[in-house]
C-alpha cells in the first residue's frame, strides 16, 4: 500500500502556548498542505476538541513548564491513541507528563543553541539523516531514567539528552528541539512525516471500520 500524502482537506489542530515560535511552525505545516485551526492552550476545552475532530493535533513550543500549558496535559490523555499528536518542545514535555514522567532542569540552558540530533530512523525521523543539526531553546527536558513504559526514546543528543519521543503503540511524538528554526536541518522533513504518519493512521481506521461494517 502506497503512503498517503498529507493534504490540505484535513484540518490540524494547533495548540498555541504563548509562544513566539508558534506561527513559524503553523507557516511550515502549511507548505506541506495542512489547514491548522490555531487556539491558545486556555481557549479551548476538551468537549470543543472533539466536535472540531482535527485530523492531528500539534502542541506548540511555550515559555512554561507542562503544569502551566492550559488543556494541553488532559488532552493528551483524552486524545492519545485517537487523534495523531505532535509535540515540539514543551509539547515533548507535556506527552511525558501525561503518561507519568518527569521534567526536570536539562543538564545545560540550551537557549538558541544548535546540537547534533542522533536518531535510529523511527516514526517521524524516518528518511531522515543521523545525526542532524537542530535548535533547542529549553532549560528543561525529560528524564530519561524516569519514562513511563508506554513511550520509547527516538532521539537524543550526543550527552544522552531526549531530543524525539513516541507512543510505543499511539501515533503521539515529540521532538525536544524546534524543527521549524530555520538553523534545524530536516524540519520540514520531519514534519511531513508526521503528517503522512497521521493520514496513515486514520486511513488504517477508515479500512477497519469499512470491512466491519461489510461483516455485521
Known sequence: MSTPRPTGTDRTLVIDNYDSFTYNLVHL???????CHVVRNDRITLEEIHDLAPRAIVIS???CTPAEAGICVDMIRRFSGHIPIFGVCL????IA????GTIGPSPSLMHGKVSPVSHEGHGVFRGLPSPFDATRYHSLCVHAQDLPDEL????????????????????THGVQFHPESIASEHGDALLENFLRLAETFH???EERQSRASRKG
Open 61 to 63: 513550543p511555550g515559555p
Open 91 to 94: 509539547g515533548l514535555q507535556s
Open 29 to 35: 505545516l502549511g507548505g506541506l498542505g495542512a489547514d
Open 152 to 171: 520509547v526514546v527516538t532521539a537524543t543528543t550526543p550527552d544522552g539528552v531526549i531530543m524525539g519521543m513516541q507512543h510505543r503503540t499511539h501515533p
Open 97 to 100: 507528563a501525561a503518561f507519568g
Open 203 to 205: 486511513q488504517q481506521n
